[in-house]
């Protein structure tokens, strides 16, 4: 996290001011993991707690996420991508024992 940052979110946090948006922060990464997720813009900002419009706005670049909604947004879409890729491992394991039984049966 850069320097100016910190110190920025430290002041608005000691002001008791609303937080400030985060410039340094890419909207397509933000679609990146959204895809990931599988989630759809609605999807995300239901658990984020804002609107479509804005979650199609962080994407764009067309406005900042405050540092509490990057906070929400990184454990959202970590576990999102946790269930996503446990399914994912789930499914080869399946697909893996039906090899296998099928194989042994070709065998007998």
């Known amino acids: 996290m850069k320097k100016g940052l910190i110190e920025r979110t430290l ?4 002001t008791s001011r609303p937080p400030r948006p985060i410039r340094d922060y890419s909207g397509r990464r933000l679609t990146e993991r959204r895809y990931e997720a599988r989630l759809t813009q609605e999807d995300l900002a239901a658990l984020v707690g804002v609107s479509k419009q804005t ?3 962080w994407e764009q670049g067309r406005r ?5 909604h990057v906070a929400k947004l990184q454990e959202v ?8 890729r446990a399914r994912e491992q789930a499914l080869r394991r399946l697909m893996q ?3 296998n039984r099928q194989a042994a049966q070709e065998g007998k």
Do not use: A, H, N, Q
């Open 97 to 99: 024992e039906r090899r």
């Open 55 to 57: 979650v199609g706005f």
């Open 77 to 84: 879409l970590y576990e999102e991508l946790r269930r996503v």
């Open 11 to 14: 002041k608005d946090i000691s």
């Open 64 to 68: 900042y996420p405050t540092l509490t």
